[in-house]
């Protein structure tokens, strides 16, 4: 599986976005035709790249190194 520069995987990455915006791992699971342990699994591995120890962590870190946008940004 190929990783992005910020060393996370697409499906990781798809999985921290929605982590970012404050959903669930059923509610991610869903929208990526995934179960929800298969999140959890993804975000373990983001955790461990990452450095940190949760999804709040996770969302703040990648947002500071501007993987995901912040939500300032995504506002009209």
Known sequence: M???KSG???RELDV???TALGKSN???GEILCITKYTVKAHLTH???KFGVKNRTE???KARDKGIIPHQDSEQP
Do not use: C, F, G
Request: glycine share 0%.
């Open 2 to 4: 190929k990783k992005k």
């Open 8 to 10: 996370l995987t697409p």
């Open 16 to 18: 921290l976005r929605e």
């Open 26 to 28: 059923e509610v991610i």
């Open 46 to 48: 983001i955790y461990k």
């Open 58 to 60: 996770a969302a703040i």
